[in-house]
Each structure stands twice: as C-alpha cells, then as structure tokens.
T-cell receptor, first 111, second 113 residues
Framework: QKEVEQDPGPLSVPEGAIVSLNCTYSNSAFQYFMWYRQYSRKGPELLMYTYSSGNKEDGRFTAQVDKSSKYISLFIRDSQPSDSATYLCASASGGYNKLIFGAGTRLAVHP | DGGITQSPKYLFRKEGQNVTLSCEQNLNHDAMYWYRQDPGQGLRLIYYSQIVNDFQKGDIAEGYSVSREKKESFPLTVTSAQKNPTAFYLC????????????FGQGTRLTVV
C-alpha cells in the first residue's frame, strides 16, 4: 500500500463547477499536508500548505485535512479553464522529513 | 529574479552513457532535492542535501550520483547503471526542509535513445 493514495483521474468539469480533489494517507505520523499544481511539462508549484487538521482557504481554493479518517481534500470554487492541470497532494511527518507524494490527479476544466 | 534553474530542458542519452543534469538556485536555500517523476507514480525522491558537502540517498538512489560543492548548485548524474532513466527530473529547494515549503525547477526530460 502506498503511503499516499490519489485517484489519477482524469477529472473533467465545466467552467464554474466546484471541484473536489482527494487523497488518503496511511501514516499516522504525517503532520504536514501540501497541494501542488503542475501544468504540463512544468515543475509543480505549491498551492496550499496545512499543518495538522482543519481547513485553510486561499481565494477560490480550500484545503481540508481530516486526520481521524486520514483524508486530504482540495476544493476549487468557480473553476476556470486555467485551473486545468495535474494536482499533487503530498504529506510529511515534519521537520526535515521527506515529502511523500500522491500520483497526481489530472483536471480539465472546459469552457 | 529568485528561482531555481534546471538545464537542459530536454536531454537525450545513448545507452551506456552518463549524463549530468544541472540545478542552480539563487534563493539562498540550504536544502536541495532531486525527484524523478514517471506517469502515474507521482514524485519519488532520488537524493537530497541539507548543507554543502553533505547529501543523503532518497528512495531510488541506485544508478544516480550527486555533489554539493556550492550552496547554489546540486547537479545530478544519471549513470549507465540506471536501468530505466527515461523520466522527468525535478530539482527543488527549501529553507527549512521540504515539509514546510518547496520551490521546484521547471524540470529536465531525459530520454534514452
């Protein structure tokens, strides 16, 4: 079993839809949770970073962590064609510990 | 502008050759990392370095080598011992460790011909 599982999609939604991207993890020691966005043939860029449980909001993006169920979510409101990318979740137990990445979910937002 | 520069963007290697991928950062970050990305597998850690002249193996270090002679530079050599080197290689750097924030370069796509 991978430490971080993520459905690779692809996920196709119409412009303006609410998108829900999800990951599950198995390591109870994980405390840091990140979401990265990666456009085709580019490097990932950090979108959201959450420590421990709870929600974090940044504009149209909301990251949610439920440690009791080991579930990580990213919600995108009013999705735009420019949101079309691969979204990677990642987790770490902290400090200088390495990040464990999910496989990434490919999202397509069509006009 | 501060950032991470990877070069070249595309690289072709013949069977049995060693090739070196460049990674330079001007963010004054202490930690630097190399990842490999394959379709459907996410990013896997090859090597990382937290300070100059020190580096550690990641999960898939076999067939790779690195050096960290300068804070700004962390080149990766893909040796002929790497049996399946075709992949997208990503370099990253961080101030306090990868768990808090990581800046990635734009990647190098290596293809064995």
């Amino acid at each position: 079993q991978k430490e971080v599982e993520q459905d690779p999609g692809p996920l196709s939604v119409p412009e303006g839809a609410i998108v829900s991207l999800n990951c599950t993890y198995s390591n109870s020691a994980f405390q840091y949770f990140m979401w990265y966005r990666q456009y085709s043939r580019k490097g990932p860029e950090l979108l959201m970073y959450t420590y421990s449980s709870g929600n974090k909001e940044d504009g149209r993006f909301t990251a949610q962590v439920d440690k009791s169920s080991k579930y990580i979510s990213l919600f995108i409101r009013d999705s735009q064609p420019s949101d079309s990318a691969t979204y990677l979740c990642a987790s770490a137990s902290g400090g200088y510990n390495k990040l464990i990445f999910g496989a990434g979910t490919r999202l397509a937002v069509h006009p | 502008d501060g950032g991470i520069t990877q070069s070249p963007k595309y690289l072709f290697r013949k069977e049995g050759q060693n090739v070196t991928l460049s990674c330079e950062q001007n963010l004054n970050h202490d930690a630097m990392y190399w990842y490999r990305q394959d379709p459907g597998q996410g990013l896997r850690l090859i090597y990382y370095s937290q300070i100059v002249n020190d580096f550690q193996k990641g999960d898939i270090a076999e067939g790779y080598s690195v050096s960290r002679e300068k804070k700004e530079s962390f080149p990766l050599t893909v040796t002929s011992a790497q049996k399946n080197p075709t992949a997208f290689y990503l370099c990253a750097s961080s101030t306090r460790g990868l768990a808090t924030e990581a800046f990635f370069g734009q990647g190098t796509r290596l293809t064995v011909v």
